[in-house]
């Protein structure tokens, strides 16, 4: 934010940059994350709700720990069944394909 309003003010189209002076304040980070998995009796719940292909692609997330944009990006060409493994080169996220 400060470069583009610096660059406004150069081409003189602000009159200065509002954020001169300007100090942000660090966030203290107290509160450290903690994964939340699911225990073994939810995943199992989980599981036997589900069917056929649906069934595998969650089976497959709970176990490869794959990000969710990961594992929509997984075509059949990442798929090594000769040696036996799945090769995870990209992501899908929203706007990027």
Do not use: C
Request: zero cysteines; a positive charge.
């Amino acid at each position: 934010m400060r470069i583009a309003l610096n660059a406004a003010g150069e081409r003189e189209l602000i009159e200065s940059n509002l954020l001169i002076g300007f100090k942000t304040r660090k966030r203290s980070n107290t509160k450290k994350y903690e994964p939340d998995p699911f225990s073994a009796e939810e995943r199992a719940a989980i599981l036997a709700s589900l069917k056929g292909q649906n069934r595998n692609l969650i089976q497959s997330a709970f176990w490869t720990g794959l990000r969710t944009s990961e594992l929509i990006a997984l075509d059949w060409s990442d798929i090594d069944e000769r040696r036996g493994l799945v090769v995870v080169t990209k992501a899908l996220t929203i706007g990027r394909a």
